[in-house]
């Protein structure tokens, strides 16, 4: 019985497989054959943080007139909360363990500053802690929760999707909604969080119309956005932060109040030959790629576009962008199947195709629970981001 095909007489040798399944292009081309690309990233050097003052002034959302502060992105969230809870009576914190500071210390002294009745510890029950800030939300307040882990908001999916989302189509012309109401949950690996601290279930929020799905890359967007979240938006905010930043970026934030505008993309690197669109922590690893990349192929540049918000997302300014390129890879770290890159590939297909010079792909998290030993290798890395590039540009 023959168990598989056998190879034609023209591959029987290991040259013709060799030259059958050869690729047309190398990960470590001949001009750069001793250089390593999955290296940790420079976190003081690269520019999507701002290391000095003087750059705000080429981030035109940020303002760069008063005086800031080197902060890490736990500290930026601190700043934000504690700027909310001065500037509204309204506003309240709570959540597990938050009183104390939280697990990150992201609350760390505001219960000392603002007091028990607005900064103040639960049970642990997600459920109930979303359930009790929708309430809050109804009748005016501004409830900012904390969900110890991303991993950890399930059971309050059904309190986010039946109730926060649906609330102000329920009241339709009343006016009444649950803006204000901002889950904030830290998210995504850090190299050792394995099956219950490394999950991004962002695409699973993203499917239900009513809620605002953020996350930010830096300390400086982190204060903006999430600002915005609490003071400004009319609807309910899931506030994604990429735990591994907490204390890995760290760069120049405004001290004074500042917002920035949900719903809006932005481009952190222009290009004109493809663009790649990610968020949160996946940006570091794309620009490190696109570093590697241009180096390699000589006029090559490639634009970065951060999404910010991922729900509702920036349709013009990416499809604007893929316009002009003609090529895409889209790249988060969330599950490839069904994901945000799904997505944004199908709306490219629909609006730009004859754009199009080769097909988008996506560049994520391969479609497994994240054990504990392997982590690394689900995740999307240099290398496989530079592979992708190279391919979308030899198509």
Same mark, same amino acid.
């Given at each position: 019985m023959?168990?598989?095909?056998?190879?034609?007489?023209?591959?029987?040798?290991?040259?013709?497989?060799a030259?059958?399944?050869?690729?047309?292009?190398?990960?470590?081309?001949?001009?750069?054959?001793?250089r390593?690309?999955?290296?940790?990233?420079?976190?003081?050097?690269?520019?999507l943080?701002?290391?000095?003052?003087?750059?705000? %002034?080429?981030a035109?959302?940020?303002?760069?007139d008063?005086?800031?502060?080197?902060?890490?992105?736990?500290?930026?969230?601190?700043s934000? !909360?504690?700027?909310?809870?001065?500037?509204?009576?309204?506003?309240l914190?709570f @959540?597990?363990?938050?009183?104390f500071?939280?697990?990150?210390? $992201?609350?760390?002294?505001l219960?000392?500053?603002?007091?028990?009745?607005?900064?103040?510890?639960?049970?642990?029950?997600?459920?109930?802690?979303?359930?009790? %800030?929708?309430?809050?939300?109804?009748?005016?307040?501004?409830p *900012?929760?904390?969900?110890?882990?991303?991993?950890? &908001?399930?059971?309050?999916?059904d309190?986010?999707?039946?109730?926060?989302?649906?609330?102000?189509?329920r009241?339709?012309?009343?006016?009444?909604?649950?803006?204000?109401? *901002?889950?904030r949950t830290? $998210?995504?690996?850090v190299g050792?969080?394995?099956?219950y601290?490394t999950?991004s279930? #962002?695409a699973?929020f993203?499917?239900?119309?009513?809620v605002?799905? =953020?996350?930010?890359?830096?300390?400086?967007?982190?204060? @903006?956005l999430?600002?915005s979240?609490?003071?400004d938006?009319?609807?309910?905010? +899931?506030?994604?932060?990429p735990k +591994?930043?907490y204390?890995?970026?760290?760069?120049? =934030?405004p001290?004074q109040?500042f917002?920035l505008?949900?719903?809006?993309? #932005?481009? &952190?690197?222009?290009g004109?030959d493809l663009?790649? *669109?990610?968020?949160?922590?996946?940006?570091?690893?794309?620009?490190?790629a696109?570093?590697?990349a241009?180096?390699?192929?000589s006029?090559?540049? =490639?634009e970065?576009?951060?999404?910010?918000?991922?729900?509702?997302?920036?349709?013009?300014?990416?499809l604007?962008?893929?316009?002009?390129? @003609?090529?895409?890879i889209?790249?988060?770290?969330?599950?490839?199947?069904?994901? =945000?890159? %799904?997505? +944004?590939?199908?709306?490219i297909?629909?609006?730009?195709?004859?754009?199009m010079?080769?097909?988008?792909?996506?560049?994520?998290?391969?479609?497994?629970?994240? @054990?504990?030993?392997?982590?690394?290798?689900? !995740?999307?890395?240099?290398?496989r981001?530079?592979?992708?590039?190279?391919k979308?540009?030899?198509y």
């Amino acid at each position: 019985m023959t168990l598989c095909r056998p190879f034609p007489r023209s591959l029987r040798s290991i040259d013709g497989l060799a030259a059958q399944f050869r690729r047309a292009y190398a990960t470590q081309v001949s001009t750069a054959s001793t250089r390593r690309l999955n290296v940790p990233i420079d976190f003081g050097a690269t520019a999507l943080l701002h290391h000095h003052r003087s750059s705000l %002034a080429t981030a035109p959302e940020i303002p760069s007139d008063g005086p800031s502060s080197r902060l890490n992105l736990c500290q930026s969230v601190n700043s934000a !909360l504690r700027t909310a809870l001065s500037s509204s009576e309204k506003v309240l914190c709570f @959540g597990e363990d938050v009183a104390f500071g939280g697990v990150f210390r $992201c609350t760390l002294g505001l219960q000392e500053e603002f007091g028990k009745e607005r900064v103040f510890n639960t049970p642990l029950t997600e459920q109930g802690i979303v359930g009790v %800030a929708i309430g809050a939300a109804a009748e005016g307040m501004k409830p *900012v929760v904390e969900i110890q882990f991303a991993d950890y &908001v399930f059971p309050a999916f059904d309190q986010i999707v039946n109730e926060a989302c649906k609330f102000r189509y329920r009241e339709g012309t009343s006016g009444g909604n649950a803006g204000g109401l *901002v889950i904030r949950t830290p $998210c995504g690996g850090v190299g050792h969080g394995a099956l219950y601290h490394t999950q991004s279930p #962002e695409a699973l929020f993203c499917h239900v119309p009513g809620v605002r799905v =953020v996350m930010p890359r830096s300390p400086s967007q982190a204060k @903006g956005l999430l600002l915005s979240a609490i003071m400004d938006c009319q609807d309910p905010v +899931i506030f994604m932060e990429p735990k +591994i930043l907490y204390r890995a970026a760290v760069e120049e =934030v405004p001290d004074q109040a500042f917002t920035l505008p949900l719903g809006k993309a #932005e481009i &952190v690197k222009p290009g004109n030959d493809l663009t790649i *669109v990610s968020y949160g922590r996946p940006l570091y690893t794309c620009l490190a790629a696109i570093e590697a990349a241009e180096k390699d192929l000589s006029g090559l540049r =490639v634009e970065l576009i951060d999404l910010r918000t991922i729900y509702p997302w920036d349709r013009q300014t990416i499809l604007d962008s893929v316009k002009r390129t @003609g090529r895409a890879i889209v790249v988060h770290e969330s599950m490839v199947n069904f994901g =945000v890159g %799904a997505e +944004i590939a199908a709306t490219i297909q629909e609006h730009s195709f004859f754009s199009m010079k080769a097909p988008t792909k996506r560049i994520a998290g391969w479609t497994t629970h994240t @054990g504990l030993a392997y982590e690394k290798y689900i !995740l999307p890395d240099v290398t496989r981001i530079y592979d992708g590039i190279l391919k979308s540009m030899e198509y």
